[in-house]
């Protein structure tokens, strides 16, 4: 009887993925495919500790999103697309009397698998900083969501800090400015705008890529000390992004000349580089530290109260920490504009592209829910699924990172028109009839 | 000319690492015919376990014997709960074994010992050196330097000693080896344990180039290129395969990679040993095995 106890109580824990779910009450089904073993656990275990401390916050502090409590499920898939969207199918249909209202896919090549398949189902795909770029235009992807930071606007940012550490765009003119670049869809996702940039400001635009897993870059390195560029993009991800800065040191290329991009700019990333890596600076869509009100209020209700999903508390606030706080707030307040809208009851996937449609944070809404200063007012709509397209600059100190500057905007002008060309193309390949503004609203109506 | 001659020397220096590598696959195929898929997780087992002690506070020689000792342990509760019950069986079974053991391998690395990236101070600071216009990796000189003392430590442990002579009989002979009252399980162990300690060292000079974490057990993908153009069956082919690999990809990457769009080293190392294997399938100095049919 004691065996039969113990097992349903594991199988309870296992099952339940750890979430406060009620039977007598409808809780919002949330699933998390996560990669906690595997070659980006380092990143993904803060992640899932971020995104899950917040929504028991939520739950536990504030009694759920507008009283609707978060049911959230881990399910393993060490970063494998397949299993993602495995785990999509197994869960596309809801829990637990709640249907899908959206589904994170915590990584790029996985939005590319589900990009159609979603869209025939009708559940958004949530993918904060990643993604398919062109998906940003809403008419033809009215299913995908590069929130905050497409690839697109990480080259304008920063190519917009290099300028403004030169003394403004007109100074580029005749800069050499190469990108390394992780050899993957991921890295080679910014170079039609950092050709667009590079036309326009006058820059030499030079491109070296770095084949996975990027363990070895001395032929690399040796080609940039040979062109001798005046800064460098670092677009890597993973241990290439530390060999990158040892390597760079080693070849004598200042570290303070080399700004990485959102996936390039973690803990992970710098400690290992040791002292390669200070003075290197990376864009900061979801900036390092717990000089947050939401920590404040996490550290209170969470972490000393023992319930933190950290397997050590010492990296409470690390970069990828923070990336599951940020995203789970966006899951969060897009789920209240849904049930403010549609009412307080789990939403279904149609009902949730509305709600993310709908989602506007602005810096009143992002002091109330205390994340000033850590999120960038969004705004999205049913043309524009980015909805901010700015990021703070961070360096490296040797121990911590450091704020440089406050929110730099994407060059939109510049970057819409790349969009919405890539999107028509796709449109016109895929026999997809774009959605106009007024139908996007009928249709969820 | 200095730019070539750099990039060669580079090739070679980084060539010695993946010959590391190479030499833990070397060890147990020799011994018992079985293509180690675990080298990796024990290569980032042995790592992790070194890192995790020294950063709880225990002294660099204490950390190191603690992590020789789990090594060693591990060997014999490999050989006595996997290889023991598999005796007798097809080197296809023993290959599926040690692909299992791969998986527990990691597993037990990161539940234990978490998978955040540890960084890893030897001592050896990663600065150039200049041979007038070559510069030179003073970091892969010292591993370069590693590597040959390691070798040289191998060759003393299998030609100099009981130990080793009875390693030779086995992997010359296992049957004539038993007939003469070898221990064969001991000789298991053994060779478990001396190519744990050989990925130590490797996952070592690995982990302070790139941190300490998962991806280490994935630089055994540079091993494999390695083994076929050395032969499996030898350690100073490993040493020459390293050499040969890390010096083509490099003088590769630099000299056709621009013309292929870059980022060629991976594939290349490869292709490189598709054309040994057509041309000397048991590699440079592997040993041919013919068999009657």
Known sequence: MRRLLLAALLAGTVLGGGAPACAAEVSQYIPLPTYRVGAYASSGELWWAGERDYFRYINEVEGGVEGVKLNYEEFETEWSPDRTVEVYERVKAGKDGSPLAFFFTHGTPATYALLEKAAADKIPLIDPAGGKTESVDGAVFPYAFPLLFSYYSQASTGINYIASKVGGLDKLKGLKIATVYHDSAYGRASQPAVDALAKTYGFENIQIP????????????????????????????????????????????????????????????????????????????????TDFEIHKRLKAEILDKGKSNLRDAKLFGAVNYNVGLVNAALAVEALRTGYKHFGARPLNGEEGRWAFEHLTIDPARLKQIGFDGLLQPIAITPTDHEGGGAARIQSWDGSKWVLQTDWIKADHALLTPLIKAGAAAYAKEKGITPRSADSAEAAAR | MSLFLETLIGGVLAGTLYALVAIGFVL???????????????????????????????????????????????????????????????????????????????????????????????????????LGDIMISQFDLIAAGVAALLVIALSLLFNRTRIGIQLRGVANDTLAALSLGIDI????????????????????????????????????????????????????????GGVVVGAGESLAETYIGPFLGGGITPWFAYALALVFLFIRPAGLLGERQIERV
């Open chain 1, 210 to 289: 770095v084949a996975d897993p990027g363990s070895e870059q001395s032929p690399q390195w040796r080609q940039i000390r040979e062109v001798k560029p005046d800064w460098i993009f670092l677009r890597t991800w993973g241990v290439s992004t530390v060999v990158a800065l040892k390597t760079a040191q080693r070849f004598g290329f200042p570290a303070n000349r080399i700004i990485g991009d959102v996936w390039a700019g973690s803990e992970s990333d710098t400690i290992p580089a040791g002292s390669a890596a200070v003075g290197y600076s990376a864009l900061a869509p979801y900036p390092g530290g």
């Open chain 2, 28 to 130: 147990i195929y020799k011994a018992s015919g079985v293509f180690n898929y675990a080298q990796g997780s024990i290569l980032l087992f042995g790592a992790l376990a070194f890192v995790s002690l020294k950063d709880a506070g225990v002294p660099v020689a204490g950390a190191l014997a603690i992590t020789v000792g789990l090594l060693i342990v591990t060997a014999i509760a490999i050989e006595r709960l996997l290889l023991r019950p598999l005796t007798n069986r097809s080197p296809l079974t023993l290959f599926m074994a040690t692909l299992g053991l791969s998986y527990v391998a990691e597993g037990v690395a990161q539940g234990f010992m978490g998978s955040q990236v540890r960084a890893l101070d030897l001592g050896i600071e990663d600065l150039p050196m200049f």
């Open chain 2, 185 to 240: 399980n001991r000789i298991w162990q053994i060779v478990w344990a001396v190519a744990g300690l050989v990925g130590l060292v490797s996952g070592l000079l690995w982990g302070a180039r790139q941190g300490v974490q998962f991806s280490l057990s994935l630089v055994v993908l540079k091993a494999l290129p390695v083994l076929i153009i050395g032969g499996f069956t030898s350690i100073a082919g490993a040493i020459v």
